[in-house]
């Protein structure tokens, strides 16, 4: 494949995942940016990606936003050193997710991809707001971090123009005593 056609394919793609792409002159996606694109000389083959959504996290007391971890596409980040958790918020635009159950299980299974010894609960139907979502944890050992045994709790939930994920964890030896914590944070996801 020739290198226009494979850009166009890549900025395809991305504007399918709500994200705008600038291709030398050319705009394909959607129109507003939550952040500014660089402008790209004509004829320079960078592809600058600039994620759109409105969804945030307030977040309540005892947890600080921080950066989102090197190379993730998380809109929000945040840590809870008292209780040792942590949480990522990321969203996709709902009109490029056909079935929200069937992309809630593949988040779960990506979640167990990450993990050794992984067990994952079954995805659970609830309302939060008036909005469909879905819940599960999956628990296991930390493939990049080695013995350090975590819990997930994800939350999906379908707005009017994005699902969002909410992803928290912590050690497993802690989840039982603060994962009421942790479900809680997903009444606190704005911007769906």
């Known amino acids: ?26 705009t394909v996606g959607a129109s507003s940016v939550s952040s500014v694109s660089p402008s790209i000389p004509p004829g320079q083959d960078t592809v600058v990606a600039a994620r759109v959504s409105s969804v945030n996290l307030s977040i309540p007391p005892g947890w600080s936003k921080t950066a989102p971890p090197v190379g993730s596409t998380a809109l929000f980040h945040a840590t809870n050193n008292t209780i040792d958790a942590g949480v990522l918020v990321d969203a996709i635009q709902k009109d490029s997710i056909t079935d929200t159950l069937v992309y809630t299980q593949t988040v779960r299974a990506n979640l167990v991809g990450r993990l050794s010894n992984a067990t994952a609960s079954q995805i659970a139907p609830l309302e939060i707001g008036g909005r469909t979502a879905y819940r599960f944890s999956v628990a296991g050992e930390l493939k990049s971090k080695g013995a350090m045994n975590v819990t997930f ?14 992803n928290t964890w912590t050690g497993t030896a802690n989840f039982p005593a603060h994962h009421e914590a942790m479900e809680q944070l997903a009444d606190s996801v704005t911007g769906l």
């Open 1 to 26: 494949m020739d290198k226009s056609k494979q850009r166009e394919v890549f900025a395809n793609c991305m504007a399918a995942r709500g994200y705008t792409t600038t291709l030398g002159q050319t």
């Open 153 to 166: 709790l994800a939350t999906v939930s379908e707005g009017t123009t994005d699902v969002a994920t909410l």
